[in-house]
């Protein structure tokens, strides 16, 4: 069975620092671009950062210079990872895995992160 699931979600102080993990269940994600994406309560689900199977990132521009995205591409296991730095309140959301490859597109259940004094 095909899932992502995602761990390291909390509450930590602004300034502070997670780093959230997504675990691929599948070899097969290693030719994925991995994603993970966060949603605010009453706002739309939006793109945080990706990087392509080929290492290749992009950032929103509201989490450049903070979060730094990287993957491992495992044997049996693909393992996505999101390292966020200086955090701040706006960037208290639902995070989500994204794994996708054309018409194909997988999603996890999403890690809480509360960035709050």
């Known amino acids: 069975q095909v899932q992502l699931v995602e761990s390291g979600g909390g509450l930590v102080q602004p300034g502070g620092s997670l780093r959230l993990s997504c675990a691929a269940s599948?070899?097969?994600?290693?030719?994925?671009?991995m994603g993970w994406y966060r949603q605010a309560p009453g706002k739309q689900r939006e793109l945080v950062a990706s990087?392509?199977?080929?290492?290749?990132?992009?950032?929103a521009d509201t989490v450049k210079g903070r979060f730094t995205v990287s993957r491992d591409n495992a044997k049996n296991t693909v393992t996505v990872y999101l390292q966020m730095n200086s955090l701040k309140p706006e960037d208290t959301a639902v995070y989500y895995c994204?794994?996708?490859?054309?018409?194909?597109?997988?999603w996890g259940k999403g890690t809480l992160v509360t960035v709050s004094s």
């Open positions: 990087i392509t199977s080929g290492g290749n990132t992009n950032y």
């Open positions: 994204n794994a996708a490859l054309s018409v194909w597109t997988y």
């Open positions: 599948a070899s097969i994600f290693s030719i994925y671009t």
